[in-house]
């Protein structure tokens, strides 16, 4: 679900017909970005700008921290979950080293992101088997893009003593599908612990997919920020991601929205996304299309909101996000048209095909009693509140509301005054451009 939905329901009370719209209000980005955020090696401190008004010459700028991960140690540049790799990452001063761990048949966590190793990218005599039914010492006769498997220790030990005392560490603990949830918490426990004995633990991240795993890490210690991880997010995931305890909740850039993101910071979440690169076959040079790509798509995520991007070239996302532009919501008037006519039954639903309006971000829509609307109470978005808002619409009135372009297809009105109706028209939508 990449945004919250969008409600409106008509009743009659009285001689008064109100209509209650629970809106996701614009994200505010003059909002101050969480306390706690970890020190990082490179994070870019950057300006955003927004439309801070349904009218285009106001605006906001407001300066945040966005901190670059390099995803299994900076896959695109290096062999990846490779001591070489964080050895790089370590020189370049990234914000964060992401890896992928794994516990082994004999209780070591290793550092490796697939279950089975597999040729052409691994060789070795334990080809094609689960790495946790495998010892330490047999992994140690395997290898993956040319390079040994390392083990927490290894990369805690590498960080421990780097002059680099700045960059973090983001570690995930991974189970295999189907593991209990004591089994998932019993990993978690042990990377988790193993971070705290190497005296890393304010430097460190750490995450999960699977959230049984928050509890073990907090066992481990108390103080560790944990990550939720999660693929496309929900408003109900980040509530409980928060109530388990969650310092971030990392989830997939393809479903970045401003009004997600501020709805994070407002639970204290920090907004993060990973998948903004392809995890590439081989490490080297990209082209320019994918150099291209990647720095797109880094520069709708920050522009989004997202404070922590996970990625695989984290040289060249440090410079994209070191040069972002300047993003802003331009204004474009449209002929008033209604969604579909008003219907003079009890129960009447307006929808508009979102699809229909790929290139716009935003759209400033009125909701009126069509009978006796006579004037347009327009609302700025701070007066709706950072996120969830009942307004109240009665007869002769109408309010007029910025919502995203995909919360367009959420609403829905009924009414229970016969020859009322409620009609809801698009009055102008907004675009995104960043330059």
């Not at 809106?23 to 950057?46: E, K, N």
């Not at 959230?211 to 890490?217: H, L, Q, R, S, V």
């Not at 204290?268 to 998948?275: A, D, N, S």
Request: hydrophobic share 40%; charged share 15%.
């Amino acid at each position: 679900m990449r945004t919250m939905p969008l409600r409106a329901v008509a009743t009659t009370v009285g001689s008064c017909l109100m209509a209650y719209v629970a809106v996701v209000g614009w994200a505010d980005t003059s909002s101050a970005a969480p306390a706690g955020v970890a020190p990082a090696g490179r994070s870019v401190r950057v300006a955003r700008s927004v439309a801070a008004t349904p009218t285009p010459a106001r605006h906001a700028t407001v300066s945040v921290t966005i901190t670059v991960s390099a995803h299994r140690g900076g896959a695109q540049e290096e062999p990846q979950n490779s001591l070489l790799a964080f050895q790089h990452a370590l020189d370049e001063n990234v914000g964060e080293v992401e890896a992928d761990t794994w516990i082994t048949a004999d209780d070591v966590a290793v550092v490796e992101h697939d279950a089975t190793l597999t040729a052409p990218r691994c060789s070795g005599p334990y080809l094609d088997q689960d790495i946790t039914t495998l010892t330490s010492t047999q992994l140690q006769e395997m290898q993956c893009d040319g390079q040994p498997i390392p083990t927490e220790d290894q990369l805690l030990d590498l960080m421990t003593h780097s002059s680099n005392t700045v960059t973090g560490l983001r570690l995930e603990s991974k189970t295999v599908p189907g593991a209990s949830d004591d089994a998932v918490a019993a990993a978690a426990y042990r990377v988790g612990k193993g971070v705290v004995d190497a005296g890393l633990a304010d430097r460190a991240i750490v995450q999960d997919f699977a959230w049984a795993g928050i509890a073990g890490f907090h066992r481990a210690s108390p103080d560790l920020r944990v990550s939720a991880l999660i693929d496309q997010p929900t408003t109900w995931a980040a509530q409980q991601a928060r109530q388990l305890g969650a310092y971030d909740l990392s989830y997939n850039a393809a479903y970045s929205t401003p009004y997600f993101n501020e709805y994070l910071r407002s639970l204290g979440l920090v907004p993060t996304v990973w998948g903004i690169d392809a995890v590439p076959t081989d490490p080297g040079a990209l082209s320019i299309a994918a150099q291209q790509a990647t720095t797109a798509a880094t520069h709708r995520a920050v522009s989004s909101g997202a404070q922590v991007v996970i990625v695989n070239s984290p040289e060249l996302v440090t410079e994209a996000v070191s040069h972002p532009g300047v993003c802003t919501l331009a204004w474009h008037d449209v002929a008033d048209r209604a969604l579909n006519p008003t219907s003079k039954f009890t129960y009447s639903a307006y929808y508009h095909e979102a699809a229909a309006l790929p290139t716009y971000e935003a759209a400033l829509v009125r909701i009126s009693e069509s009978a006796h609307a006579t004037e347009t109470a327009q609302l700025a978005p701070e007066n709706l509140g950072t996120h969830v808002t009942t307004l109240r619409l009665q007869r002769n009135r109408a309010v007029t509301v910025r919502v995203g372009i995909a919360q367009l297809n959420g609403i829905r009105v009924a009414t229970n005054y016969r020859y009322a109706g409620v009609t809801v028209t698009i009055m102008g939508l907004y675009r995104r451009s960043c330059t």
